[in-house]
């Protein structure tokens, strides 16, 4: 009952005020004889009102068209605009390859480095002979491609802080395409404030 009449007052007193403001105009509403459990659940639910309505989401698709059947693409300026455009501050991003024969991932960009994924990657699993693999019974040609994601990853998170992304040294998020020729998408998602 305390928690309404509290709330009553607060609304009363301050009608146009943000979520905050609200927080501490009800909270000073309540005496400190009224500290009950019920205020502090009331404040405690005032208080993740206010985190949820600070939280920002950006999402954004990526389309590439490679004209090669396999490169890496360096997309940390891309999804930096992203950032700039989401004007979000403090956060994370979520940035995934929205394809089963391509990967995000993050490294160096260091041209000799891209020649040894792709000479270890084709060891791994060979592009030639097609018919070795069951995945190609189906007409298919590309389940090398499916094996190469495997391994090089789907996604990547990274942190946002002071509307960067929070990077360690010589950190880059790539595009890996295993099966080109074709529009192909990757996802970014922002969430934060
Ligand atoms: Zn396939």
Redesign the pocket.
Same mark, same amino acid.
Do not use: G, P, S
């Given at each position: 009952m305390f928690a309404a009449v509290a709330r009553r007052r607060a609304r009363r007193s301050q009608p146009n005020l943000g979520p905050s403001a609200w927080t501490s105009a009800y909270a000073s509403a309540c005496s400190p004889k009224r500290q009950t459990a019920q205020n502090d659940l009331v404040l405690d639910i005032f208080r993740r009102v206010e985190t949820i309505r600070h939280m920002k989401s950006y999402r954004k698709e990526l389309w590439f068209n490679v004209p090669s059947r396999r490169a890496f693409i360096n997309i940390t300026s891309q999804v930096q605009e992203c950032l700039l455009e989401s004007r979000i501050k403090e956060g994370f991003a979520l940035i995934n390859a929205m394809h089963? =024969?391509a990967s995000v991932f993050i490294n160096d960009d260091e041209r000799g480095l891209h020649h040894d994924y792709e000479k270890w990657l084709e060891k791994l699993a060979p592009h030639e002979p097609v018919g070795q693999y069951r %995945? *190609?019974d =189906?007409g298919?040609d *590309? +389940?090398d +491609? %499916?094996i190469k994601r495997q391994v090089m990853g789907r996604d990547v998170v990274v942190a946002v802080t002071e509307g960067k992304l929070d990077f360690g040294p010589w950190e880059q998020i790539f595009y890996g395409e295993f099966?080109g020729k074709r529009k192909k998408r990757v996802l970014v998602k922002i969430i934060g404030e």
């Open positions: 089963i =024969t %995945h *190609n =189906t298919e *590309n +389940a +491609a %499916h099966d």
